[in-house]
């Protein structure tokens, strides 16, 4: 998608702090941190939201790009919290389907 700010940066064109890449996937951390880490997981092709993930296995793969990251910068074992936002009420302002990663912090519930 030409005016997709996450697609510019899975195209190379807009270059993000990386933490996590494969042929797949691009993890870069968050221009705005809600957390000592937090990390956003893209899948590099363009997905709207949640209700056009058609791939299950896609999800799966960020799932499991979100756990390896967070145990390769050491936040397995104290623990972390994944979050997909989806439409407005869901909170998502960038209509590109992205798997937020948080850790670093004790997590509250309810979220806001
Ligand atoms: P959403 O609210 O859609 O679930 O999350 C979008 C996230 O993208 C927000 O946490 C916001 O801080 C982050 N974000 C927006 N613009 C940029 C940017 O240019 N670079 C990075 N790294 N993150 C961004
Ligand atoms: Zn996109």
Redesign the pocket.
């Known amino acids: 998608m030409t005016d997709c700010?996450?697609c510019k940066?899975a195209a190379g064109e807009?270059k993000?702090?990386v933490v996590y890449e494969d042929e797949r996937l691009l993890g870069?951390?968050?221009?705005?941190?809600?957390a000592p880490l937090?990390v956003?997981i893209i899948p590099k092709r363009h997905v709207a939201n949640l209700n056009d993930l058609e791939d299950s296995l896609l999800g799966g793969w960020m799932l499991q790009a979100a756990a390896k990251i967070a145990a390769q910068l050491g936040y397995a074992e104290t623990g972390y919290r994944t979050?997909?936002?989806c439409n407005d009420d869901?909170?998502?302002?960038?209509?590109h389907l992205?798997l937020?990663l948080l850790a670093g912090r004790p997590m509250t519930w309810p979220p806001g």
């Open positions: 700010l996450f940066m807009i993000p702090d870069f951390r968050d221009i705005h941190p809600q937090h956003l979050v997909i936002n869901g909170g998502q302002t960038v209509h992205h937020h």
